[in-house]
């Protein structure tokens, strides 16, 4: 009966491929209403906090090395060689999801989902990419929702401040933004390109239990960074991730 019965849980043999690099990506269910009731617009500082403690919790669950996140978003990268959970893929997915609900659903005080995604990357230029790729979506999405939230706040209907987004170019919407006083340069980094959590290594002082004596020691901590490079910078800095992993 158990064998006969397991046969039904047909994806749970898959796995990620060795030697390819793991993404996992988590997105917020419909959190287009639950902003649009909750946060200030465009951006909202304390949402962001939230999401950066949830990338923080997925990070640890699954031993990341890296995360990003923008919106309501936020991708982790796994170390290269990574074992966690035999790399199933059912597991990494529904572990990430759930962790990621947890947090933020605790910190929100209400029910909050999240869907999860696996994404595959043969070599390092992939990853790099690959986060490049998430960088320029919040660079795009962040000059829109500015747009938008400009003219909304200047009393213009849902459908007058779409229309007037309409065919836009990206200088077009910076133009827009500045002749309302508005530099988007001038935009904290986090709304424009994101932030990275990643880990670091603190000294501190230890002590011997035996003996007394203070004795030097690390710690790791995670590490939230709102201020990211950009462009080839940011992709030489998410390179750092993966120095010590063997090119496959
Ligand atoms: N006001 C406000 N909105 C935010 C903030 N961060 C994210 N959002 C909104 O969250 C939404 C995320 O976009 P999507 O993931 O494409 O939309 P969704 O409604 O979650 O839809 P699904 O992911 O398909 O379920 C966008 O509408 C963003 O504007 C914030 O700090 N403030
Ligand atoms: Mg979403």
Redesign the pocket.
Same mark, same amino acid.
């Given at each position: 009966m158990d064998a006969k019965m397991r046969l039904g849980e047909c994806f749970h043999e898959l796995r990620a491929l060795r030697g390819a690099y793991i993404v996992i990506r988590v @997105?917020?269910?419909?959190?287009s209403r639950l902003t649009e009731r909750t946060c200030e617009k465009p951006f909202d500082t304390g949402f962001h906090h939230k999401m950066t403690d949830a990338a923080k919790a997925v990070l640890t669950s699954l031993h990341g090395s890296y995360a990003h996140t923008q919106s @309501?978003?936020i991708s982790i990268l796994l170390p290269h060689e990574t074992d966690v959970f035999d790399r199933e893929v059912e597991k990494l997915v529904s572990i990430a999801a759930s962790s990621a609900t947890a947090s933020l659903s605790l910190a929100l005080s209400a029910p909050v989902e999240f869907d999860a995604r696996l994404w595959l990357g043969a070599r390092r230029g992939d990853v790099v990419d690959y986060f490049r790729w998430r960088q320029a979506d919040a660079a795009r999405s962040a000059l829109n929702n500015w747009c938008y939230w400009t003219l909304r706040k200047e009393g213009k209907s849902v459908k007058e401040a779409t229309h007037a987004m309409l065919g836009l170019s990206v200088a077009g919407k910076n133009e827009l933004l500045f002749s309302r006083g508005i530099n988007f340069n001038d935009v904290p980094a986090w709304q424009r390109r994101g932030s990275g959590v990643y880990w670091e290594t603190i000294a501190k002082v230890g002590r011997n239990p035996r003996t007394g004596e203070s004795v030097p020691a690390t710690r790791r901590r995670l590490r939230v960074d709102d201020d990211l490079p950009m462009k080839e910078a940011y992709g030489k800095f998410v390179r750092q991730f993966l120095k010590e992993q063997a090119e496959a």
């Open positions: @997105d917020g269910r419909s959190f @309501d978003e």
